[in-house]
């Protein structure tokens, strides 16, 4: 028998052996086999009755690290009739980890009183945190309601976010989409329009995120409470409400971003989400998981904050073809953008060669946004391949794959384009990467037709531009920076 187990039974420092053997049963296996054959559930449960609040609660959380469906029923009735706050969470904790079908209505009559109820300054933390996990449990059982976006043809202020180097190209062509003749202007995150079609405008491939922006009176700065007042003076609900079928609540997560240290920022976030849901009356509900709105306030230089609000009740289906990726796999949003950028040299008559392919991101939406005469891509990663190919048929583009070492690649047809995302140095030493460089310049040469051009995509600066000075036969167009604190940039060069 578990000593711990042991010693509960014989009422010897329950709550610390509680405490033991709820840190034990953490590991699944362990916690199945006690509960096989050591450990009776019925003794936790009779310590629900127990007048010491911490052992009802510890006994309650082993109840939910056993996986123990038998005390399920004395759980809940335990739940019921609590009234020690900081214990409520406790259980509901253990009550996730079971079959809580039978007690999804009353959870939710639960939930409903909460939402109503505005706690004392004293106990908003326990009640913040019992209807919070409430809310998590009746989530996952799809018993919420769920709000449906609607807000495609509203008049609205949206941030189609890329990267700096993008932001032209992606001007353009939302000035492009537009039916209303509709101007675009750059702004820090990317491109802002204010626009009544949001439906047309969304379907481009060049940006990363679309947000939302909030218009507030004055500057976003002062405490969590003065920041919550502040956004709940702003369009905030106004945005929520008219872009959405359904009424309050609405489930949100705050997030920040930039010049905030970690600990600073997560009590501010903290924080903020508790005056959030005080301010609305209820109306904005905080969650960590199953949330249908970020608000994100970016930190500006002077220190006040940009907010903006992430909608994930808009479904993002650009990229449905892209069913398989990998950690190295290009963004399709990047691809997209960079390949804006290399439009003016693409040809409807290209052959195309992806010389470090992946999944096939970059060589799929080079493709998407003019289709080539004929696509080789080439990876050493036969998983990467595998992925590609089911990514490649998905998306409608034809191509023939190679698993094969980009440096022992060979074919008799010249490449009127060639694309690398090109491999990261990793635990390689210089010299190494000085000679892979080296051997690619050389492939891309040998493998590019006259006035073909190669689209690079690297961070190894040094490297680049000295096998640019080495193979006079290859001419540096353009450049951009694409992410300059890591040294990526993308290049657009032709053979002579």
């Keep these: 028998m578990n000593k711990n187990y042991e010693a509960i039974c014989k009422g010897e420092e329950i709550r610390k052996n509680l405490i033991e053997l709820k840190k034990i049963c953490r590991n699944p296996e362990v916690a199945a086999g006690l509960l096989e054959g050591e450990i009776d559930p019925a003794v936790i449960a009779d310590l629900l009755t127990s007048d010491d609040a911490k052992i009802r609660k510890n006994a309650a959380l082993l109840i939910g690290e056993l996986g123990a469906q038998e005390d399920v029923e004395a759980l809940y009735a335990a739940y019921e009739q609590e009234t020690t706050r900081f214990v409520r969470s406790s259980y509901l904790t253990a009550l996730k980890a079971l079959d809580i079908s039978d007690y999804i209505d009353s959870l939710q009559r639960r939930y409903e009183k909460l939402l109503a109820y505005e706690p004392a300054p004293e106990e908003k933390k326990h009640v913040y945190e019992e209807r919070g996990l409430l809310q998590q449990m009746l989530a996952k059982a799809g018993v919420l309601k769920e709000h449906r976006f609607i807000g495609w043809e509203k008049r609205c202020d949206a941030i189609f976010t890329t990267e700096r180097a993008l932001r032209e190209p992606l001007k353009k062509n939302l000035e492009l989409c537009s039916r209303n003749g509709m101007q675009a202007t750059l702004h820090p995150m990317g491109v802002m329009v204010r626009t009544t079609e949001l439906g047309r405008l969304a379907k481009l491939h060049g940006y990363r995120e679309l947000l939302h922006a909030l218009n507030v009176r004055n500057t976003l700065t002062g405490s969590a409470q003065e920041l919550a007042q502040a956004l709940m003076a702003s369009n905030l609900m106004e945005l929520l409400e008219q872009n959405h079928e359904g009424g309050v609540p609405f489930y949100f997560r705050v997030e920040l971003r930039g010049m905030l240290e970690r600990g600073e920022?997560?009590?501010?976030?903290?924080?903020?989400?508790?005056?959030?849901?005080?301010?609305?009356?209820?109306e904005l509900q905080n969650s960590t998981s199953n949330y249908e709105v970020e608000l994100r306030l970016s930190r500006t230089k002077d220190k006040s904050f940009y907010p903006c609000l992430k909608f994930y009740t808009i479904s993002d289906?650009?990229?449905?073809?892209?069913i398989r990726k990998i950690d190295a796999s290009m963004h399709p949003s990047l691809a997209a953008g960079l390949t804006e950028l290399a439009r003016p040299y693409l040809l409807e008559d290209a052959v195309v060669l992806d010389a470090f392919c992946g999944v096939g991101t970059w060589m799929i939406e080079r493709n998407l946004c003019m289709p080539s005469v004929d696509n080789y891509a080439v990876d050493i990663f036969g998983e990467a391949i595998d992925g590609a190919k089911e990514n490649a048929s998905a998306a409608g583009v034809r191509c023939n794959f190679i698993k094969k070492d980009f440096l022992e690649f060979t074919s008799k047809h010249e490449m009127t384009e060639i694309y690398a995302d090109m491999p990261r140095r990793g635990k390689r030493t210089k010299e190494e990467w000085d000679a892979f460089y080296t051997g690619c310049f050389a492939q891309f040469e040998q493998l590019l037709a006259a006035h073909g051009h190669l689209f690079l995509y690297a961070n190894e600066t040094g490297f680049v531009k000295k096998n640019l000075r080495l193979k006079k036969g290859l001419v540096l167009l353009r450049e951009y920076e694409i992410h300059p604190k890591d040294g990526d940039a993308f290049y657009i060069i032709e053979k002579r």
């Design 265 to 282: 920022k997560s009590e501010l976030a903290k924080a903020l989400a508790r005056a959030l849901e005080q301010e609305s009356g209820g």
């Design 317 to 322: 289906m650009r990229f449905d073809w892209r």
